[in-house]
């Protein structure tokens, strides 16, 4: 089994609709993260979260909120989707420092029409 | 400020042919760790290596290798007699121990190798 777990993998939705992206992980990790992937943009930093109470917001936090509901659990929402949302999703984890070496999730390819 | 910079947009190589994937980065920090990570057709990340700031030898793993220079502040990966399953995105990612926060991607290197 995967290591580090997102649902859904592929998600349509329109414009306006609330979703939510959902992260598990098996790791025991402390350290969990939501990026997002645009073409040619490389990957950026949405939030996140040392331990459960603990999270922050990254470079581009606007539009989008997050939930660290366990140690393992970490989920993020669009409140309000808009079509420039569209990208490839990914959490990942690192074990307590963030120079650890960060494990990914197999991502979520979100399109928001 | 910290930055990655990945200059190659794209390269296509031919089978067996050795290619070199460039990575310069800018820190203030004196403590921070370098990253290598392969995205396949398939979309995952995958981890390929995690290098400290005060270790500079170069690493060889198969048929990769990397090329630490703090001097040019650049971790180039090397990979010797490239093969068709090489085929991916390859992301530099830049970690400073003093920001605490999370990794500082390049926008990634897209390697074509044909057969």
């Known amino acids: 089994d995967a290591d580090v777990t997102q649902t859904p993998r592929n998600r349509i939705t329109k414009t306006g609709k609330r979703i939510m992206l959902e992260c598990s992980q098996t790791k025991g990790h402390d350290r969990m993260y939501w990026y997002r992937q645009d073409p040619g943009l490389g990957l950026r930093l949405i939030y996140y979260?040392?331990?459960?109470?603990?999270?922050n917001k990254g470079e581009i936090s606007d539009g989008y909120s997050v939930s660290r509901q366990a140690q393992a659990k970490f989920s993020l929402s669009l409140e309000s989707a808009i079509p420039n949302q569209t990208a490839l999703y990914f959490c990942?984890?690192?074990?307590?420092?963030?120079?650890?070496?960060?494990?990914f999730g197999p991502g979520t390819r979100l399109t928001v029409l | 400020a910290q930055k990655v910079t990945q200059a190659q947009t794209e390269i296509s190589v031919v089978e067996k042919e050795d290619v070199t994937l460039d990575c310069v980065y800018e820190?203030?920090?004196?403590?921070?760790?370098l990253f290598w990570y392969k995205q396949p057709p398939s979309g995952e990340l995958v981890f390929l290596i995690r290098r400290n700031s005060f270790d500079e030898q170069n690493e060889i793993s198969g048929r990769y290798s990397w090329n630490f220079q703090k001097s040019t502040s650049s971790f180039n990966f090397t990979i010797t007699a490239s093969q068709v399953v090489d085929s991916a995105v390859y992301f530099c990612a830049l970690s400073e121990y003093q920001a605490g926060t999370a990794l500082i991607f390049g926008k990634g290197t897209t390697l074509s190798v044909s057969s």
């Open positions: 990942a984890t690192s074990l307590a420092d963030s120079t650890d070496t960060q494990y």
């Open positions: 979260s040392f331990d459960v109470k603990d999270i």
């Open positions: 820190t203030r920090d004196t403590t921070y760790y």
